[in-house]
């Protein structure tokens, strides 16, 4: 009787998937979105437990600018998000740990290890050439497009101190205005659910270190469960000329692609959620690279915003003054990049292409950029 009870109801949802193929594929991307940003919150979370306070000695350590580029990665590879780094180096300019000449190094090498995320994410699809291909390629230019901007700026900023001179003109401007806090809505819904599986598995466990990994493992679990099935979805609605309201509309052109990126990352205060989400759209084959670029461009200058705030509720001048130097180093970037936009997507095209011959060249990539050798670098040069 239950077999037959079962069979009527697997029967009717055929049949409805049949009728409504977009609403049921429209139900499990939301439902899969969610535990897309919640293994986001859970990896933060659970690094963030044996990782912060390494990255606040990390911070402590140096006087060298060119060391602190690379604890600046270190640091954000280390808690997956700039908005942290950035927001401690803000705290520690405040409290007169650092000064404003090191503390810009370590925001520059933050926007380069805040892009590990979003690489990340594109390595559930490794098995499907073709979409890890358009994955991994969306993925890079973001880290590209970084690197670029410090080997230009980066020189620029040690000779001169152009960035600490200007952002220090803004710094003065803004004296006398408070901070706001903005409602983070991707939070709300998941820094609940994350504390409680934390909270579980540290009563289950014990407060050893066994319980950080696990929550680690159930993060990076979420996300190729998640990630996997999102871009299934988003096949189905491609099919439903969802590509064309995408072109038509979010992404039709450079500013409104940038607006788009800038916007969403205020709106969840993370541009690695943010960069991460178009991964699986790339993958799909939902949006090009020359449509993401922009995208990305406008994410880094939407998530200063965060230390900005930070900054502004210290009322101290020399916090400001760094969380300013963030947005005007991602600005010079923008200024410098976005007409040479050519150079970036074509060095992410060419190594994704060169990627999909070897499947251990991307972890090895993620790897030695983001922890091999900032840390050969913080060791032997400081």
Avoid: C
Wanted: charged share 10%; glycine share 6%; hydrophobic share 55%.
């Amino acid at each position: 009787m239950t077999i037959y009870f079962l069979n009527g109801k697997m029967q009717k949802l055929k049949i409805l998937y049949n009728k409504h193929p977009n609403l049921i594929a429209g139900i499990k991307l939301a439902f899969f979105l969610y535990l897309f940003f919640l293994s986001l919150q859970l990896m933060g979370d659970s690094m963030k437990l044996f990782g912060k306070e390494f990255a606040n000695t990390l911070i402590q350590t140096t006087s060298n600018p060119f060391v602190g580029l690379f604890i600046g990665i270190l640091a954000t590879s280390i808690v997956q998000s700039s908005s942290s780094t950035t927001s401690i180096v803000v705290g520690m300019v405040a409290g007169g740990v650092l000064n404003i000449h090191n503390a810009i190094p370590i925001i520059m090498g933050a926007n380069i290890g805040t892009s590990i995320t979003n690489t990340i994410a594109s390595l559930p699809q490794i098995n499907r050439s073709n979409e890890f291909r358009r994955a991994f390629a969306a993925a890079t230019v973001h880290d590209f497009f970084n690197f670029l901007a410090v080997i230009v700026l980066f020189p620029l900023q040690v000779a001169t101190n152009f960035l600490g001179i200007a952002s220090e003109v803004l710094a003065n401007s803004f004296q006398n205005v408070g901070g706001l806090n903005f409602l983070n809505p991707v939070k709300t819904i998941t820094k609940p659910v994350s504390n409680y599986i934390i909270l579980q598995l540290k009563l289950g466990i014990g407060e050893g270190i066994l319980y950080k990994w696990i929550a680690l493992a159930i993060a990076l679990i979420f996300l190729f469960f998640a990630l996997k099935n999102m871009t299934d979805s988003l096949k189905i609605l491609i099919m439903s000329k969802a590509k064309a309201w995408f072109d038509q509309f979010l992404f039709k052109t450079t500013p409104r692609a940038m607006i788009v990126g800038l916007l969403l990352t205020v709106l969840v205060q993370s541009s690695s959620i943010t960069t991460s989400l178009v991964v699986p759209m790339a993958g799909a084959g939902l949006l090009t690279l020359v449509q993401i670029f922009p995208y990305t461009l406008g994410a880094n200058v939407g998530t200063t915003i965060t230390a900005i705030l930070a900054a502004l509720v210290t009322g101290n001048i020399a916090a400001v003054t760094v969380a300013f130097a963030h947005l005007l180093f991602n600005i010079g970037g923008i200024i410098i990049w976005l007409p040479l936009k050519i150079v970036p997507i074509a060095m992410a095209q060419k190594f994704a292409e060169y990627s999909i011959k070897n499947k251990l060249i991307p972890v090895a990539y993620i790897v030695i950029l983001f922890f091999v050798i900032p840390i050969l670098v913080i060791y032997f040069v400081n």
